[in-house]
Structures are given as C-alpha cells and as structure tokens.
C-alpha cells in the first residue's frame, strides 16, 4: 500500500518565482496536513484539510502562501512569489479521519532551496 | 494554547545503554493524544506510539517503552539496549479536542548512538 506521495522530493529556485509543491494523501484518508520543518521554527503546521475542505490556515505565514485540496486524492501547496526564507522541508501528513486519536502519515518531504 | 517541550536537545549513547527521551505537555483539554514520531536522517517522520489521556498504563513493546503521567504532565520514551540504527530525531506531539485533529509538536531530541 502506497504512502503519502510528495513531489518534487527537492525544488531549487530563484526569489520570486512561483513553487509549487504536490501530495497525494493515502488512499481513503479523510485529513491532510502540510508542514514546515526549519532548524529555527522546528515543525510548523500551516494548514490542514477535511473532506477536501480548509479548516484552519492560521498556519500559513503570509498571503504568497496558497494551498488548494480539488480532490480526495490531490493537494498543492504555492508559494508565489518565493523569497530565501521559504527554504524548509515541506511535509505532507494525511489520516483517516478527523479524530485526534488518528495517527498522521507523512510524506517523504519536498526540501525548497530558494536563492 | 497547547505546548509540548522536549528540554533534551541531544543526547548521545553508546551502543546497548538504556536511554529516555523526556516530553512535558500542556492543555486544558481533558481529552487529548500523545504521539511519538521519530525521523531518522534519511528525513521521513515515522509514527511510533500513541496514548490517550485516560490510559496511564505503561508499557513495553520490544526495546521501546512509554510512561505516561498525567500528574505531571510527561510522557517520557525509553529505548532499551540502544542500537545505531535509533540514532535519529525524536518528537513528542500532542492532539486535543480544542485543536481538532492537528499536531502540536515538541521541537524534538537528536539522539546519536555511537559504537
């Protein structure tokens, strides 16, 4: 059984490009979470969907942060424009449902290098 | 606000010694979660356990073992007869019913297991 698919697996970039950054979430799972990873902010989530429906973005630090959840299957996260300090490793996490005794499955990550 | 701290940075062992992992959380949710993730330097975070807030048993799995105190807030992991291959990150994370089904995650322990 597959798990949570991130891509890309690494992004280099220039500041002020657009990025952005894919998840399919395990087949069935009903929540799906991105996160960011920096050595300075540790894990930070930034915003989670059930049902395919946004429930709490206070996460997102700015409005260059988008992120979109069109199907069961699909999510983006955007970033548009880029700046240098958007480099982080982005994690993707979905569970089954929206219960907080359910585990969360994360992706391998998508490591954003902004120059 | 939720809050899990991780005071132990890093802590290095030598293979086969005994080592725990300390976590403190706050709440003020009478029912909540409490999870342990560990991501290893290939960078995935991998689930390891999880308890509810009712359930102050602790218990033992193979080389790893939980203890959980409600009392004082901890939530403590020990690996037993350390091998090199638990040399990875460990974070503590808590769910509660006021945050949904989200994460708040400790700022994690790197614990490197040396010959």
């Known amino acids: 059984d597959a798990g949570v698919i991130q891509s890309p697996r690494h992004e280099v970039t220039e500041m002020g490009q657009e990025v952005t950054l894919r998840c399919k979430p395990i087949?069935?799972?009903?929540?799906l979470f991105w996160y960011r990873q920096t050595m300075m902010r540790g894990l930070e989530l930034l915003i989670y969907?059930?049902?395919?429906?946004?429930?709490?973005d206070s996460g997102m630090p700015e409005d260059r942060f988008s992120a979109k959840m069109p199907n069961a299957s699909f999510s983006t996260l955007k970033i548009q424009p880029s700046e240098p300090r958007d480099s982080a490793v982005y994690f993707c996490?979905?569970?089954?449902?929206?219960?907080?005794?359910?585990?969360?499955?994360f992706g391998p990550g998508t490591r954003l290098t902004v120059l | 606000a939720q809050k899990v701290t991780q005071a132990q940075t890093e802590i290095s062992v030598v293979e086969k010694e005994d080592v725990t992992l300390d976590c403190v959380y706050e709440?003020?949710?009478?029912?909540?979660?409490l999870f342990w993730y560990k991501q290893p330097p290939s960078g995935e975070l991998v689930f390891l356990i999880r308890?509810?807030?009712?359930?102050?048993q602790n218990e033992i799995s193979g080389r790893y073992s939980w203890n959980f105190q409600k009392s004082t807030s901890s939530f403590n992991f020990t690996i037993t007869a350390s091998q090199v291959v638990d040399s990875a990150v460990y974070f503590c994370?808590?769910?509660?019913?006021?945050?949904?089904?989200?994460?708040?995650f400790g700022t994690g322990t790197q614990l490197k297991v040396e010959l």
């Open positions: 996490a979905s569970s089954l449902r929206q219960s907080i005794s359910n585990e969360q499955f």
């Open positions: 087949s069935g799972h009903n929540s």
């Open positions: 969907f059930n049902n395919n429906v946004p429930i709490d």
């Open positions: 709440t003020r949710d009478t029912t909540y979660y």
């Open positions: 308890r509810n807030s009712f359930d102050e």
């Open positions: 994370a808590l769910s509660g019913g006021g945050g949904g089904n989200k994460l708040t």
